[in-house]
């Protein structure tokens, strides 16, 4: 069942009990939903989107790394799976993995323009599950802020690096450095009118 809070659950029908609920990172709100030879199609409104079953995805990875173990969308969607699952260890090293590939020298065109809008991709979920990272374990991860601080591009992204600082720095009992850190959150100019989305709850 969609749902407006840009999740989808799973239901029991005989119980009526939720037994699955999978969330989308980037507030997509679900339309209509169909599942279709591997696939979900989800019709909204004003979208018509695609997205790929988990097991037919899983087996799709496995089989393409089996070819090249090096294949950079194939890591990319297997450190997706890992964040996903909750495995956030495998997801950063898989997700460096892939953002770090470079084509060969005499890679076409073609190939170039695919693995660009891919390298975007994985980007963004590379901040994703490094700042989870940070979030489950800020002394254990600590080191990877730099890496992160670096890829920022957005006013947004840039938030979330300053809330999982901040929230750090306090649980370390730096709270001048915490302080500073927040008074710097706040200073970002919110884009448009939106509520700004914390925590789940």
Same mark, same amino acid.
């Given at each position: 069942?969609?749902?407006?809070?840009?999740?989808?659950? /799973?239901?029991?029908?005989?119980?009526?009990?939720?037994?699955?609920?999978?969330?989308?990172? #980037?507030?997509?709100?679900?339309? #209509?939903?169909?599942?279709?030879?591997?696939?979900?199609?989800?019709? &909204?409104?004003?979208?018509?989107?695609?997205? =790929?079953?988990?097991?037919?995805?899983? /087996?799709?990875?496995?089989?393409? $790394?089996?070819? #090249?173990?090096?294949?950079?969308?194939?890591?990319?969607?297997?450190?997706?799976?890992?964040?996903?699952?909750? #495995? $956030?260890?495998?997801?950063?090293?898989?997700?460096?993995?892939? =953002?770090?590939?470079?084509?060969?020298?005499?890679?076409?065109?073609?190939?170039?323009?695919? $693995?660009?809008?891919?390298?975007?991709?994985?980007?963004? $979920?590379?901040?994703?599950?490094?700042?989870?990272?940070?979030?489950?374990? =800020?002394?254990?991860?600590?080191?990877?802020?730099?890496?992160?601080?670096?890829?920022?591009?957005?006013?947004?992204?840039?938030?979330?690096?300053?809330?999982?600082?901040?929230?750090?720095?306090?649980?370390?009992?730096?709270?001048?450095?915490?302080?500073?850190?927040?008074?710097?959150?706040?200073?970002?100019?919110?884009?448009?009118?939106?509520?700004?989305?914390?925590?789940? &709850?």
């Amino acid at each position: 069942l969609p749902l407006s809070s840009a999740e989808v659950v /799973k239901i029991d029908l005989a119980k009526g009990d939720i037994t699955a609920r999978a969330r989308s990172r #980037n507030g997509v709100v679900p339309g #209509n939903l169909i599942c279709y030879q591997g696939y979900v199609i989800s019709q &909204g409104v004003d979208s018509l989107d695609k997205y =790929f079953q988990i097991g037919p995805l899983r /087996k799709r990875v496995d089989e393409a $790394l089996a070819v #090249n173990p090096a294949d950079p969308e194939a890591l990319a969607w297997r450190g997706e799976i890992a964040l996903d699952d909750g #495995n $956030l260890e495998k997801a950063v090293q898989d997700l460096r993995t892939a =953002f770090g590939y470079r084509p060969p020298a005499d890679a076409r065109p073609e190939y170039l323009s695919r $693995l660009e809008a891919e390298r975007l991709r994985t980007r963004g $979920l590379l901040i994703d599950a490094l700042t989870a990272s940070l979030r489950a374990d =800020f002394a254990a991860n600590r080191a990877s802020l730099p890496e992160l601080e670096a890829m920022i591009e957005s006013d947004e992204e840039r938030g979330a690096y300053l809330r999982v600082l901040a929230a750090g720095l306090q649980s370390e009992g730096k709270i001048r450095e915490a302080l500073d850190t927040y008074l710097t959150l706040a200073d970002l100019k919110p884009a448009g009118n939106e509520l700004e989305d914390v925590e789940d &709850g």
